[in-house]
């Protein structure tokens, strides 16, 4: 199979990945805090990956100069990425924070633009304008009419900033990826990134008490480790590989429209109409973008 088409498919199955996350998020979040729950988030993330990293670092040396981009990086998409994502859920509603996380694309076409890694075209900036508009749609049943309160601004802005971190990670991690395999550079990403986190979660307690978390909290945790982190994060990582940062990030429109799907079996939640209205029109904006990539000089 071409493999344009499974880094899509790859980009899709990790952005259905984040989807469920925040299910799995909501289930955890008010049993801990958010610092803690990125690290043990990642720290099996990491565990998961380490043979990856291991083997890998026997067969290929890494370039001194590359050192301080990797875990940089690894601290934007493993530290600052989900402390900021964890936050926001625990101040902001779900729908507010999927319409926050779905400025990624914008940011990634805003910089990738500015930084001259990615062309600007009219095709994307509609793609990228009407996919946001789809996430819109499909959460406007939970928060028009709504008030926002500080709270919620609070949580909008951990959201904005959190993909904002992601967007500088999928511009800016190309060239590394490239270089080193999406596999390798994920699993040392993520390393770098729970190994700064780790003092930081020292400072809340994280190391202080065994966690007690109920039955579904540890199927969260053990789910958002796993899938939710290894998984996701390689796959996404392996997309970018073949992938515009841009044509990468769009997915991630599916993302919260995932989330509120998956709500109704978990959660118990009405899938509202406007729901499968903004899933049509995000998938519109993901088939145009493809479909002008020919069209384009960039992949």
């Known amino acids: ?171 800016f991690s190309r060239p590394l990826l490239k270089l080193y395999g999406p596999i390798l550079f994920t699993a040392m990403a993520i390393t770098a990134g729970m190994l700064v986190l780790s003092p930081i979660a020292h400072t809340v307690g994280t190391f202080t008490i065994i966690p007690t978390f109920s039955i579904m909290g540890w199927i969260s945790l053990a789910f958002l480790g796993v899938i939710g982190g290894a998984l996701q994060f390689t796959a996404y990582t392996w997309a970018l590989n073949w992938l515009t940062p841009t044509r990468t990030a769009i997915y991630l429109t599916l993302t919260p429209i995932s989330a509120i799907i998956l709500a109704y079996p978990l959660l118990g939640e009405n899938i509202a109409l406007e729901v499968v209205a903004g899933l049509i029109i995000v998938l519109v904006a993901v088939f145009l973008l493809n479909r002008a990539r020919t069209k384009d000089k960039d992949v």
């Not at 899509?8 to 805090?33: D, K, P, Q, Y």
Request: glycine fraction near 6%.
């Open 1 to 171: 199979m071409n493999k344009v088409i499974l880094a899509n498919i790859a980009s899709a199955i990790s952005s259905l990945s984040a989807g469920v996350a925040i299910v799995a998020t909501r289930f955890i979040i008010h049993e801990t805090n958010p610092i803690s729950l990125a690290f043990f988030r990642y720290l099996i993330a990491t565990i998961c990956l380490f043979p990856i990293l291991y083997l890998g670092l026997q067969k290929q040396r890494i370039a001194t100069n590359h050192i301080l981009p990797i875990i940089v990086l690894g601290v934007l998409l493993y530290t600052l990425f989900p402390w900021g994502f964890s936050a926001a859920l625990k101040y902001t509603t779900a729908s507010y924070g999927a319409i926050a996380l779905a400025t990624m694309p914008v940011f990634t076409l805003t910089i990738a633009y500015f930084f001259k890694k990615e062309t600007l075209t009219k095709t994307k900036l509609f793609g990228v304008a009407l996919a946001f508009l789809g996430v819109a749609i499909a959460v406007s049943d939970s928060w028009m009419g709504t008030a926002l309160s500080k709270d919620n601004l609070l949580g909008i802005l951990l959201m904005l900033g959190s993909a904002s971190c992601a967007a500088i990670y999928s511009v």
